[in-house]
């Protein structure tokens, strides 16, 4: 008894504060309380992602007592094995998760089981209510309210907030012990980012780029807009899209935000960027002459036009608007690499240009400093042989749109607490001076002919005044280049006061007629119209002045029957020269004023037209009607979504190949 007391006395005494809080640490359980992640939401402050309460069912294995007739009865609600659920209810763990994101009927179904050792808790889950809409810039977080891609991995530090800590007492049941102690700390929600993005026009890309893929039978399309005088970016449209509520369904490859993360050459785009250092340089003007044959040697190599042509004798305008290989590979062998690769330089490519978003590439351009590279500056001149990011080409637009200034691109334009309180504004930022204000103003003249007199027509939009370029661009493979191309248009409007910078890519198409000017212009204007008109831009009021003289519209790269139509309407007669099927040249040039019924000489130079059957479509999918008539040599026009009911022209009649049929579909 002595001893005992003595015992008692030394635990009681001597080590009793030393063993209460052993004792406390013993039954004390922290449990750690999700933050509720901050909202994503776009530049009018509709959500695009919202944190809500989802039931989640975790396990306590110590509390287990029948842990395989527990993994029978769990099984068939929770999508896993017995096997499965068994390994996870004889774990070591103290409490393993089991399930997230529960239906209401499921968590209910759980609970009513009763099972001892199962809990039934809420946590956040990340909800985008507006599906796919700018999934590929939103990105996408994972269940433990990390951020995973996009917007929400980038952001991540600000959205996620700070996890609260609850300590409860509990006996060795994990049973809440009556009157036990509890400490909580509340968690901090996360900040809401406001995108610079806008739902309208991101919208109208998505619906627009989508229609355009599926037409010409496109591998895939890429829609990126911008305010050429801040870097804002207002849409970023990819297709194939996805939806980030159910992003395990598709690779993430497809989930790639490719405007930033992926390269490509750009083919004739790039010659604005050649223009522009030739003209800042003083090495050329518009009327200077050059003389295009049909190829170019130089370096060990040759230098041609797309499909062989000669051009002959043309001014630097006429080879800006007929967009003349020859002549942009001539500007850059005499500017020399080392004052090339400097425009190139500040233009923004060949490096980061520091965008807020996960994964940007610098692009691929080479040093000037190695011998024997003639013929690859020569063909940088027209975009082949030089790597650039989408949203590297946008942002070098852009700066001949402002007036000189690069601007540095982002997404994000503040930072707002939980009650919307301003916490950060992003303000823009210039990366550099490319260019003088004076060079940018020719070189939008130049972008302006292009469309007015050249082959990007189908990107003008009546009453705004577009100024852009076409690319039609080969695509690299082994050994040399492929048979795919990209088919693109990059440009703004309008051209007096550019309120929005655009690029449309489309790529690996198999249409027809897969050139820029024919495929991604006409989408470039569609978007561009409606966006303009959604913001608001007045429409320059075209002079109705009716006079004994028409203006000769510009028919490149029409077919016969779009020409036909085109210089009908205008009051003129014309003449064709050439087997083939789209116009190539014209006499007299387009804009020149000449009296009505003048004839307008049309030449051709590729395949003629011939006549097929146009196939039926009725009652099938978007993608199947596609494919069935880019098969028989036709383009789609999509009407409606949901399967195909009414066609125009109807099936059987026979039209030239590369006719556009009408399809309307409906759920």
Known sequence: MLALVVRLGYLQIYRGEELAVQAMAQRMRLQTIDAQRGRILDRNYKTLAISVGADAVYALPESIRDAEGTAR??????????????????????????????????????????????????????????????????????????????IEYFYDEILRGVPGQQYTERDAAQRNIPGGETRFVPPQPGNDVVLTLDTVIQYIAETRIQEAVISSNSERGLVLVMNPKTGEILANAIYPTFDPNYYQDVSAERRRNVAVTDQYEPGSTFKFVTAAAALDLGITHFERAFESGSAWEIGGGRVHNLDGRALGRLTFREAMERSDNITFAKLSVEMGPDRFHKYIQDFGFGKRLGVDFPGEIAGTVISPTRSGQTLQWANMGFGQ????????????????????????????????????????????????????????????????????????????????????????????????????????????????????????????????????????????????????????????????????QVAVPNVLSLSKQEAQARLAQAGLFWTMEGEGTLVTDQTPKPGVRVPAQTTVHLSFDRGELEEVEVPSVIGLSMLDASARLTEAGLRIKIAGSGVAVEQLPSAGARVPRGSLVEVQFKL
């Open 73 to 150: 009865q769990l099984a068939p609600y929770l999508s896993m094995s017995e096997q499965e659920l068994l390994r996870l209810l004889t774990s070591n763990k103290t409490s393993v998760w089991l399930a997230r994101g529960l239906t209401v009927e499921t968590a209910q179904a759980v609970r009513a089981l009763g099972l001892p050792g199962i809990r039934i808790v809420q946590r956040p889950q990340r909800y985008y209510p507006q599906g796919s809409l700018a999934a590929h810039v939103v990105g996408i977080a994972g269940a433990d309210n990390q951020g995973l891609e996009g």
């Open 385 to 548: 042989g030089i790597a650039v990011t989408p949203l590297q080409l946008l942002t070098a637009v852009s700066a001949v749109a402002n007036g000189g200034s690069l601007m540095k691109p982002y997404f994000v334009k503040e930072i707002r607490d939980a009650h919307g309180k301003l916490v950060q504004k992003v303000e823009p930022e210039v990366l550099g001076h490319p260019i003088s204000p004076e060079t940018a103003a020719l070189v939008r003249d130049l972008l302006r002919s292009v469309v007015v007199n050249g082959n990007g027509n189908r990107a003008e939009v009546p009453g705004y005044q577009v100024a852009g370029k076409t690319g039609t661009a080969e695509v690299p493979g082994i050994g040399g280049y492929s048979d795919d191309i990209i088919a693109s248009f990059v440009g703004f409007a309008p051209v007096d006061d550019p309120a929005l910078a655009m690029l449309v890519v489309l790529y690996k198409p198999k249409a027809e007629s897969a050139y820029g000017g024919v495929l991604a212009a006409p989408v470039f204007k569609e978007i561009m119209e409606e966006s303009l008109e959604y913001l608001g831009v007045k429409r320059r009021q075209e002079s109705r002045q009716r006079s004994a």
